[in-house]
């Protein structure tokens, strides 16, 4: 009979313990270690399995690493989302802008790249689905009744950086992908619904509520049998969608790139885990851009981890190649929050566009106007490569990226040093 391990092995690590002893016990104990030695060994072995990169996370998406890719708009598309999921985490698509025909095609495309699970992320804005504009500090009331100036504003902008001129219908279009003549416009109530409506159809595997509560569409997923997840950063956005009956919740704080929080990551992670971690998973989120942030997401008491810009400098990435080379080019303090882009507070890299809403002192459009004005600005910016204008969306751990790599590579990276991290955090205790 195996006697039963001394206190002070399962000090401390209940939660783990129950699932990881009972494989290893038998040969240990076998081997008739005496006292101290003995416990030195059985501690050793138990510490190794302990800080391997597994949660319950790993179960319910069924993948090996508890590493899921952030649904970057632009970045991660099939080709990133498929990489990922190869490699052992979950891919996400970044489907925010993609009208329901390209959403349709990327999944399918997705599909032909891995037989693995993977997810899709769109926005459910509950302004824009209200049909009511949000409270935005200084923002004009009516949009419609400055919007004419705010467009102005933009052309005169471009001018003065020699941009040319670009339809701004077919900028719309062509950020959202759309393929076909009287689909619905971008941003708006109907294209969000009709994203949902091809989620559901595609019964995808995974998916992700990048802004918003998808409660209305919980039941129609659920019966497909997709894990939904939602993206909050506030503690009372995570317990209105826990009472939606969302699968796991990720906590992206203010680090992160994107749109984000106005709670600091390493504040906001603890503070979810605690209000919701005893009926849902949490992921962290909010600049983890290397194996240690994963760790320290897991010391803060999330199970996963929701990484966005360290998959934003890969070769599979869907943004273009100057935009990859601010990324590896830029420092800790080179990353502003604007809403000068989509109308909702955003982290991107600094730049030009949105310095001029500063210097002129005017308050950008609320969603989804403001992607209205900035359509033109970005899709000419993208079309004569200029890093000054738009070098893209990114979380304030772009100091840690030197270089662009294999999406598998920044994978692996990333789970090997996370355990490296997690194992090493035992010299404090």
Partial sequence: MIPTPPAAIWSGSSRVLPNIWPNEAPNLWRKRCSGERWLRSAKRVWMERAMALNSRICRMLGIEHPIVLAGMGGASVPALAAAVSNAGGLGVLGAAACSPERLRSWIRETRSLTDKPFGVDTLLPASVRRGKAPETGAAPADPMAVFGEYQQFARDFMSSEGLDEVDPIAAMRAAAGAESEGGPPLFSKEFFEAQMEVVIEEKVPVYAAGLGNPGPWMDRLHANGTIVMAVVGKVK??????????????????????????????????????????????????????????????????????????????????????????????????????????????????NKWANAWIEAGKEPLPMPYQSMVAGPVMAAAIRDKRMDVLPGFAGQGIGLIKSVRPAAEVMRDLVSDAEKALAGAKRFG
């Fill in 237 to 350: 956005h995570a317990l209105q969608v826990v009472e939606s009956g969302i699968d796991m919740i990720v906590a992206q704080g203010h680090d992160g790139g994107g749109h984000n929080s106005p709670v600091g990551t390493i504040s906001l992670i603890p503070q979810v885990v605690d209000a919701v971690g005893d009926r849902v998973p949490v992921l962290g989120a909010g600049g983890i851009t290397d194996g240690r942030g994963v760790a320290a997401a897991f010391m803060l008491g999330a199970e996963g981890a929701w990484v966005g810009t360290a998959f934003l400098a890969t070769d599979e990435a869907g943004i273009e190649d100057f935009q990859k080379q601010a990324i590896a080019e830029g420092g800790d303090g080179d990353t502003v929050v604007s809403r000068s882009i989509t109308g909702k507070p955003a982290r991107m890299i600094a």
